[in-house]
């Protein structure tokens, strides 16, 4: 009875030991160190390694360990299916090696140690692969199954790690990449006034809206608004391309409608599978007319003094990476008398759960003064309630100075 009891507190004490909630305050890298002191001394094993899996190749690459430290240095690789590690990747099972021998194992690392035997387990995190945990001793070891568990439950704390560390790494380079894309300063072109705000709907911060504005080798002003569906990197990294390519054919085309049928091919073929659209607008030098065209994008809004406030009577066209055959894109042009204000946006900002899109459409009309942008801009936020949206928001205001 007392050994039984004996081993029941002994089995507690080692679930505690790598559940611990201290654990969690510590960074990535520290827990996984931690973890593998903790497993080495609970199954009293020599060596403990971590290999990560690298999706884009495929392969396991060694990022922590204790007693193979020079797996880490070496930065060792292996692809999945191969060697001791690589089956467990492919497998997605533990797999105990009693003996280990340069045919069993293709990492030199372990034959240099000396390991004798092994014990591997997957590390996944919501059923996705996110690597491989093993431990070995350097005399030959039995492994039990009551070992086997211990270990996958060591695994699953480094799998939810793992997958914190991926998410904030993704998070802090879609941020950086979104505000380098996204214009800090607007230019100052005379004759107008411009202004805009971005807002991010999703917890990450980051998505696929944008706006652009560049003055072109013409003298016109180049204006941009689109949206690649989606949030987080991806999303980010594929606005960042579609708006550089943009800017590119900008340059060689003095229609909007042809730039935009460039950049459909591009995303075609490119971008396979992203849906994006834009709004793409080329302001007259002397600021008497706007040229636009709208691949799948909302119709901005044109308020002139003397005039009800509506939406730009310019025909929309199918987004951009729908498929083959390429359609017909429009141009619309425009007057853009003196004191007229031009407001365009994505459809986060009129869009609303459970309500047509008309009604939002609506308010933003009603939302847009005959006033200086900055404050075109504050009305159409505060009226919109758009501060904190659900999804990411673009809006660029353009105000042609009177007289």
């Known amino acids: 009875m007392v050994s039984a009891e004996s081993t029941d507190e002994q089995r507690l004490r080692r679930i505690e030991a790598v559940t611990d909630a201290t654990l969690s305050r510590l960074d990535v890298a520290d827990l996984f160190d931690e973890l593998l002191d903790r497993v080495r001394d609970l199954l009293q094993v020599d060596t403990a390694a971590i290999l990560l899996l690298d999706v884009a190749s495929r392969q396991l690459v060694a990022t922590a360990a204790k007693g193979l430290e020079e797996e880490v240095r070496r930065r060792f690789r292996i692809s999945v299916g191969r060697g001791f590690a690589g089956q467990i990747a492919l497998t997605r099972r533990p797999v105990v090696l009693e003996q280990v021998t340069a045919d069993r194992v293709v990492n030199p690392v372990l034959l240099e140690v000396g390991v004798q035997s092994l014990l591997g387990v997957p590390i996944m995190a919501r059923?996705?692969?996110?690597?491989?945990?093993?431990?070995?001793?350097?005399?030959?070891?039995?492994?039990?199954?009551?070992?086997?568990?211990?270990?996958?439950?060591?695994?699953?704390?480094?799998?939810?790690?793992?997958?914190?560390?991926?998410?904030?790494?993704?998070?802090?380079?879609?941020?950086?990449?979104?505000?380098?894309?996204?214009?800090?300063?607007?230019?100052?072109?005379?004759?107008?006034?411009?202004?805009?705000r971005y807002v991010p709907g999703h917890a990450s911060g980051v998505g696929g809206d944008w706006y652009d504005v560049f003055t072109l080798p013409s003298g016109a002003l180049g204006v941009?608004?689109?949206?690649?569906?989606?949030?987080?990197?991806?999303?980010?990294?594929?606005?960042?391309?579609?708006?550089?390519?943009?800017?590119a054919y900008a340059l060689v085309c003095d229609d909007p409608a042809e730039a935009l049928a460039l950049l459909d091919r591009k995303v075609v073929h490119f971008e396979a599978g992203s849906l994006t659209t834009a709004l793409y607008a080329m302001i007259s030098p002397d600021g008497s007319r706007v040229d636009v065209s709208l691949a799948g994008h909302p119709r901005p809004v044109l308020a002139v003094p003397g005039r009800p406030n509506g939406l730009l009577a310019a025909h929309i066209d199918p987004p951009l990476g729908t498929g083959r055959p390429p359609p017909q894109r429009h141009t619309t042009a425009i007057d853009f008398p003196p004191g007229a204000v031009l407001v365009s946006y994505t459809d986060g900002l009129v869009e609303r759960r459970g309500e047509v899109l008309d009604a939002g459409i609506a308010r933003l009309m009603a939302a847009v003064p005959h006033a200086p942008v900055e404050t075109v801009c504050a009305s159409v936020m505060a009226t919109l309630d758009a501060e904190h949206p659900a999804d990411d928001i673009a809006l660029l205001a353009l105000r042609r100075l009177p007289g």
């Open 127 to 196: 059923g996705d692969l996110v690597g491989v945990l093993h431990v070995g001793t350097l005399s030959p070891r039995r492994f039990t199954p009551d070992d086997v568990r211990l270990l996958e439950l060591v695994a699953d704390r480094v799998g939810l790690a793992s997958r914190s560390r991926a998410n904030t790494l993704d998070q802090a380079a879609a941020l950086a990449l979104q505000r380098s894309l996204i214009p800090t300063e607007l230019p100052e072109v005379p004759g107008l006034e411009m202004a805009a």
């Open 224 to 247: 941009v608004v689109g949206d690649v569906s989606g949030h987080g990197l991806q999303s980010a990294v594929v606005m960042g391309r579609i708006r550089s390519a943009l800017r």
